[in-house]
């Protein structure tokens, strides 16, 4: 008997989704990151964060160097002149297989690896050409929610505002998780440049969670229920955000943006503020941003119809724990994978053993 579109399950017809990207790569990714994670959380707790960062992107680029792939970095540890590896516009792959972008951060969070502290993770995002934002290395306004949000809006007709009050945000976010304001749980970078917004938050009610470095991992949380983290708040890095957005396609949450110049988001003079203007606008422009004040949201920072996310811990986090060694080389990772166009979401929980005899596969 053949089936019909009904009885065809929810996976399969998930999977038929996915785009030729996705085919190719939704798995293949873990290796990257996987690959990254491992070699980082050899130096956790050194208080080394560059060893830390130097191995998480040796590694990942090794991995990609195997794949047959025609990439380009259009995010990752720099320009050429500052960084040997994974930097910005460099060619990965074996140039044999189909055109991606990718956007790499092979150590989010070096200070929290180095100082063995929560969040530290290895991410990449995988687009098709001008599928992932060009983000210039400069700070990002960020206000980022769940899908529940953006069901509330469509239904309603009331929306967050990256403008607007932490109050006035707030009172939707509660509204759409069928919430008291003082169930609510906000990350925010812990920079004194969000001291007005932490005691805002807090004067409507809200409960803040600050962290010390990395937004990125909070920032995806926020789209996924039962992390314990409602709502991302604040100034952090841009390149950091296009990531965040990438892995927003897939869980369906909302991210409101807008680019900020690093000495106004740190209220320096004016003559400071000129200054880095006349430093970075002629490469905003080369990358086409002309309109630095113009409101970017989730679809503007990552537009490919076919992207694809991967992380895997370094360090526990709130999606999952970090690496864990064993005897003889053995490591355990936690990974999540997800897809824009399909929207499969996995957690994978990978064991590493390269002699079974000497060490056994373990549950726990």
Same mark, same amino acid.
């Given at each position: ?11 399969? $017809? ?33 208080? #080394? ?5 130097? !191995?998480?992107?040796? !590694?990942? %680029? ?7 792939? #025609? ?62 934002? %060009? ?23 009331? =929306? ?5 009050? !932490? ?10 998780? =069928? ?13 004194? $440049? =969000? ?87 002629? $490469? ?47 490591? %355990? ?15 994978? #929980? ?11 596969? $373990?549950?726990?």
């Amino acid at each position: 008997m053949s089936a019909t579109t009904e009885s065809v399950g929810v996976p399969e $017809r998930m999977i038929a989704r996915g785009g030729e990207i996705e085919k190719k790569l939704f798995l293949r990714i873990l290796k990257v990151t996987e690959a990254g994670a491992v070699a980082a959380a050899r130096w956790i707790g050194y208080g #080394d964060r560059h060893a830390a960062d130097d !191995a998480a992107v040796e !590694a990942m %680029r090794r991995v990609l160097a195997k794949f047959d792939i #025609d990439g380009e970095i259009v995010i990752g540890e720099g320009e050429r002149d500052e960084a040997p590896m994974l930097y910005i516009g460099e060619k990965v792959g074996t140039g044999k297989g189909p055109k991606v972008a990718i956007a790499v951060d092979p150590l989010e969070g070096t200070n929290l690896a180095a100082e063995n502290k929560f969040g530290a993770a290895a991410v990449m995002a995988v687009s098709e050409p001008g599928g992932l934002l %060009r983000a210039p290395d400069i700070y990002l306004n960020k206000l980022i929610v769940g899908p529940e949000v953006v069901r509330y809006e469509k239904k309603t007709g009331k =929306h967050i505002d990256l403008d607007a009050s !932490a109050e006035y945000n707030l009172k939707i976010v509660a509204e759409a998780l =069928h919430r008291k304001i003082e169930d609510l749980i906000v990350v925010i970078l812990e920079r004194r $440049r =969000h001291n007005d917004l932490i005691k805002e938050v807090r004067d409507a009610g809200a409960k803040v969670r600050l962290v010390t470095d990395g937004d990125l991992m909070p920032g995806i949380a926020a789209g996924i229920r039962g992390t314990n983290v409602h709502v991302g708040m604040g100034i952090g890095a841009a390149p950091e955000g296009v990531l965040t957005a990438a892995a927003l396609r897939a869980t369906g949450g909302k991210m409101i943006s807008r680019f900020v110049l690093p000495a106004k988001a740190n209220q320096k003079s004016d003559s400071e503020i000129n200054e880095e203007c006349d430093k970075f606008m002629p $490469r905003l422009r080369n990358m086409g941003i002309t309109d630095i004040d113009k409101l970017l949201y989730t679809e503007d920072l990552a537009p490919g119809k076919d992207v694809i996310f991967s992380a895997t811990g370094v360090t526990q986090s709130d999606l999952f724990d970090g690496v864990n060694f064993f005897e003889n080389d053995g490591a %355990r990772v936690r990974s999540v994978v997800m897809s824009s166009g399909s929207g499969i979401v996995r957690f994978i #929980d990978t064991i590493y053993v390269i002699d079974k005899e000497l060490t056994p596969v $373990r549950l726990r």
